[in-house]
């Protein structure tokens, strides 16, 4: 069974940082881009980042590029998602998502919500 | 950025009746590109439906995708109970990858 675990959100001031994880299970890592998403509390999904299986290639959404930066351990199974220079509308839960073939995301973790508060 | 509008914004059904929700793009999408998704509360998102018309696995025959170009559907023949969520439609494209619909709510008459 494909398990996607987050972990790593929590309460951080505006201008601070927070490091996000994802524990993968069930499949071979290796074989898939990942991709994080996020949504704000009673908002619609954002697509955020994505990772080739190898961390060759890299994608950001406009919106957090230079302060996002996302990163893979095939070794360990794990994603990750560095979060810096956090803005208030940053607050959202955020979600790891497997990457079926550069079309949909077929699984999603439970997500990890991060608030971004004074 | 291709833009994704969905209709109506919610959808008042009693079960058993037959959903119908719209995705419009703000200019042609390649069908293999077209994906749709199930969120109920608390939840994560559960992909029902990619390539326009392909069935995820395990995803019950009553809910089927259809369209092309810029208009696309979502259609529950016959509304569970079990079916009522927020339902996005999801596009994958250059940049950004993924963008997403903001969403229909489909809601218990």
């Known amino acids: 069974e494909v398990q996607l675990v987050e972990s790593g959100g929590g309460l951080v001031k505006p201008g601070g940082s927070l490091r996000l994880s994802c524990a993968a299970s069930?499949?071979?890592?290796?074989?898939?881009?990942m991709n994080w998403v996020r949504q704000a509390p009673g908002k619609g999904l954002e697509w955020v980042s994505s990772i080739s299986s190898n961390s060759r290639y890299i994608y950001y959404a406009d919106s957090v590029k230079g302060r996002f930066t996302i990163s893979r351990d095939n070794a360990q199974s794990s994603l990750y998602l560095q979060l810096s220079s956090l803005r208030v509308e940053d607050t959202a839960v955020y979600y790891c998502a497997r990457d079926l073939r550069m079309v949909a995301l077929d699984s999603w973790g439970q997500g990890t919500l991060v608030t971004v508060s004074s | 950025e291709i833009v994704l509008t969905q209709s109506p914004g919610t959808l008042s059904l009693s079960p058993g009746g037959r959903a119908t929700l719209s995705c419009r793009a703000s200019q042609s999408v390649s069908s293999s590109y077209l994906a749709w998704y199930q969120q109920k509360p608390g939840q994560a998102p559960r992909l029902l439906i990619y390539g326009a018309s392909t069935r995820a696995t395990g995803i019950p025959d009553r809910f089927s995708g259809s369209g092309s170009g810029t208009d696309f559907t979502l259609t529950i023949s016959r509304v569970e109970p079990e079916d009522f969520a927020v339902y996005f439609c999801?596009?994958?494209?250059?940049?950004?990858?993924?963008?997403f619909g903001q969403g229909t709510k489909l809601e218990i008459k």
């Open positions: 069930g499949f071979n890592v290796n074989n898939y881009y």
């Open positions: 999801q596009q994958y494209g250059s940049s950004p990858m993924y963008t």
